[in-house]
């Protein structure tokens, strides 16, 4: 096998991650805006 | 705001017509769109050169980078330039990266990421059919938000409802990719990608907006296509752009004052009227341009007692984005390194833990991702024959847990860099080292005047970019503008010049204003 065949070999070896962020992660990521919320108006303010 | 008063006033009362703040790339745009259109301008910066994050930094034979290592959309400096009548290239010529990058990974598997967004589409298939059609998905819908960040946003004021809608009327659709702009960054790239090297890859992008790809906004995961437009390196180092917009701000008559650091801005009744500098001399000015971070602005140069509290509230409620550390490495004999940019990546995971378990916690990086950035593999100018410069880059938070101070770790943390490469990528370099340096983020405040080491300002997250981040016209003081990384759009090279420009033509629109004998909006 030739070093191109070799590479591509080791690159389809690569670990696959999950297809949708964790569960966690997603409600973090709103309750992160979610919090901001209140302070949305001042910031358009300033 | 904006009643005009500063220009009904005769020149003899002020010493300049503008004084910008900052010799950044947003303080030399808006100072040399200034002083080209005719106003008596000057720039005070407080280090002792100019371009801030953009710059270098010579130890010995060895050029290093200060901050920025990469230049993308050279468009918005072709276009800076023009505005002042201008050719780009008699003041400053950019050398192409190519490949974009190089990643290894936790396994040690190494490619390398093309310019060319077919040959990466080829290149991502050879990990899996199901990445390869990602990649042609991702790129279909990247194609839309660069044509119109390049058209559009960048160099459009975006600080009101009103900006937005004109904005959404005129521009190319942002992306086809409607529900990244509800989603995070991890996942819209997850609903791209399989494969955790891809994913690393790609993941780094996040943290241009401050975040890592957990917290970042979904949209910002299609920067990591920016790239693809073109990567570029300054000829000469990274100091040869703001070298390059200083002399064309010199020759249209504009005063650069190095080494001078303004303690405050000077008002009357809620005008500015100039700056005090830090040796207490007073500079009077019709109008103040500040290129530094809006928190630096609001709550240490003008009086507290001025700004109202609603105002106070919203810039603490604006969060920094994220610091970091570089080492500076003057290395003998091959770098043993893949590209200009090779980045280590433990993947996407990676780059969430070191900010959740490292970053947040004050402490330093322990591993999982190192940017590599070696100039001179692109510029050989930079070190001497047989040698190059090498940064290795990575989060590092200002404040450090347990009241440590970064100048009593520096050593040590650069030894764990060292380590990190070695144990998990195994590159070797400490017998090759001829020079060592870590830059911390308490060094990038002290000498660069970035607030608090914040590399782009301040986090550009959903709600808190564009007409969420402070205004470039200040709505509290008549008078005062806002460039840089902490307003509209944020960090970065070609934005921060988008950002001067925008407040040039503020700056500009109300003098027009003033003197037709208009109220002022």
């Known amino acids: 096998m030739n070093e191109d065949g070799r590479q591509e070999q080791q690159l389809r070896s690569s670990r696959n991650g999950p297809r949708r962020q964790p569960r966690g992660r997603t409600v973090l990521y709103y309750w992160r805006l979610v919090r901001q919320l209140p302070w949305l108006v001042l910031r358009y303010k300033l | 705001m904006g009643d005009g008063h500063g220009w009904s006033e005769p020149l003899s009362t002020h010493d300049y017509d503008a004084i910008v703040i900052g010799a950044g790339l947003g303080g030399l745009a808006a100072g040399g769109l200034l002083a080209h259109r005719g106003m008596s301008t000057a720039i005070f910066e407080q ?165 890592p790809p957990a917290l970042a906004p979904g949209y910002a995961a299609f920067l990591s296509y920016a790239e693809h437009q073109g990567s570029y390196y300054p000829k000469g180092g990274m100091k040869a752009l703001p070298e390059g ?78 610091s970091s550390c570089m080492l ?81 770790i520096q050593r040590r943390e650069a030894d764990r860099m060292l380590d990190f490469l070695e144990a998990d990528f195994g590159v070797r370099l400490r017998e090759r080292i001829r020079f060592a340096h870590l830059s911390t983020p308490l060094e990038l405040e002290r000498e660069v005047g970035l607030h608090r080491g914040a590399l782009y300002g301040l986090e550009s997250g959903l709600l808190s970019t564009s007409m969420f981040r402070p205004r470039m016209r200040s709505p509290i003081f008549d008078g005062l503008y806002l460039a840089g990384s902490s307003v509209h759009l944020g960090g970065g090279i070609p934005v921060c010049i988008g950002s001067g420009m925008i407040a040039a033509d503020l700056v500009c629109e109300d003098a027009s204003l003033a003197q037709s004998g208009s109220s002022g909006p």
């Open chain 2, 245 to 322: 917009m200083a002399t064309a701000f010199a020759e249209d008559g504009g005063e650069i004052h190095l080494g001078a650091r303004v303690s405050g801005i000077l008002t009357e009744e809620r005008r500015v009227v100039g700056v005090r500098l830090g040796d207490g001399r007073e500079i009077r000015s019709r109008v103040v341009v500040g290129d530094i971070n809006a928190k630096a602005i609001y709550g240490q140069l003008l009086p507290r007692s001025e700004v109202p509290l609603w105002a106070r509230l919203a810039l603490r409620s604006l969060r920094l984005s994220q």
């Open chain 2, 47 to 211: 280090a002792p050169r100019v371009g801030g994050c953009c710059g270098s930094l010579r130890h010995g034979d060895y050029q290093f980078d200060v901050g920025a290592t990469v230049v993308l959309f050279l468009d918005v400096i072709e276009r800076f330039f023009r505005s002042t009548g201008r050719e780009m290239a008699r003041y400053v010529q950019f050398l192409p990266i190519e490949p974009l990058f190089e990643v290894v990974d936790q396994e040690r598997r190494r490619f390398q990421i093309p310019t060319s967004p077919l040959e990466t589409g080829e290149l991502f298939a050879s990990f899996s059919e199901e990445d390869g059609e990602g990649w042609r998905r991702f790129a279909e819908a990247a194609e839309s938000g660069m044509a119109a960040a390049m058209t559009q946003i960048f160099t459009r004021r975006f600080q009101t409802l009103s900006d937005a809608r004109e904005i959404a009327r005129t521009s190319p659709s942002m992306t086809s990719d409607r529900s990244s702009l509800l989603h995070s960054f991890e996942k819209t790239l997850r609903s791209y990608f399989r494969s955790e090297s891809i994913l690393g890859a790609l993941s780094l992008a996040s943290y241009s907006v401050g975040l």
């Open chain 2, 328 to 408: 500076k490495l003057g290395i003998e004999g091959d770098e043993g390194f893949g590209a200009h940019h090779t980045l280590y990546s433990g993947g996407l995971e990676a780059l969430n833990r070191i900010w959740f378990d490292d970053y947040e916690r004050g402490r330093p990086s322990r591993g999982g991702y190192l940017l590599a950035s070696i100039p001179s593999r692109t510029d050989p100018s930079l070190a001497p024959p047989g040698h190059h410069v090498v940064h290795l880059h990575t989060l590092a938070p200002y404040q450090l847990a347990d009241g440590a101070s970064w100048d009593d």
